[in-house]
């Protein structure tokens, strides 16, 4: 008699498929986090893309608009308009950051 370590075990056509099938959900599991947090990391990049093209956008504005106002209480309104703007974009972009980054954090990323 063959001792029980020693024994061959017998493992069925059944067994193998479904131990090979437990191996795949780890790898869409992977494959799944990977594309999430390509997301978050693509998010964060929009934010920072939006931000300077934004920002070039409305100084480039305001450079244009308010030098051709006369000079005085108009034109510096003019410029402070753009500032506000600029303020209120920053604000804005800062949100995205922070989405970003929880969505990186809560994904584990």
């Known amino acids: ?8 075990k017998y493992i ?7 131990t090979s099938r437990e191996k795949i959900p ?3 599991e992977v494959d799944e986090k990977r594309l999430t947090c390509a997301f ?7 934010a920072k893309n939006y931000a300077v093209t934004s920002k070039t956008d409305i100084t480039s504005f305001a450079n244009t ?12 309104q003019c410029y402070q308009m753009a500032d506000k703007k600029i303020a209120e974009l920053a604000k804005f972009v800062d949100q995205q950051v922070v989405d970003a980054l929880w969505c990186a ?5």
């Open 1 to 8: 008699m063959i001792p029980p370590p020693l024994r061959a």
């Open 40 to 46: 978050c990391e693509r998010m964060l990049e929009n």
């Open 105 to 109: 954090e809560l994904n584990r990323c």
């Open 26 to 28: 780890e790898k869409e």
């Open 12 to 18: 069925s056509r059944n067994t193998i498929v479904e």
């Open 65 to 76: 608009a308010c030098a051709s106002l006369p000079k005085g209480r108009t034109s510096d």
